[in-house]
């Protein structure tokens, strides 16, 4: 248990920054942020692997059971992504 909380996303940034670097098969670290106001055009340039790729998406606000509450969507292409974010953003969960 942390004395302080952090994301997810700066938690495996550090796993994988400090940790990951002497394993025998070097994993990417590959994370893209997404809002209510993301340009998808912009994101896609910045981040070409989303074309690419098979995704999983979940919302990273220290919420516990985010399965179980459905919040987890997992082996999506980025049309699908955005497809569950439509259903899921500035939606409040109980």
Sequence with gaps: MSAKA???QTGKEFLY???CT????QNRFCCATF???TDWDRLTQ???WLLTERLVVKPD???KRRGKLGLVAVDLHLEGIQEWLK???M???T
């Design 17 to 19: 920054k400090y940790i």
């Design 22 to 25: 002497t394993a025998a098969v």
């Design 35 to 37: 809002t209510a106001d």
């Design 87 to 89: 259903s899921h953003l």
């Design 91 to 93: 939606t409040e969960i």
């Design 46 to 48: 910045d981040h070409p």
């Design 6 to 8: 952090i994301s997810e």
């Design 61 to 63: 606000q220290l919420i």
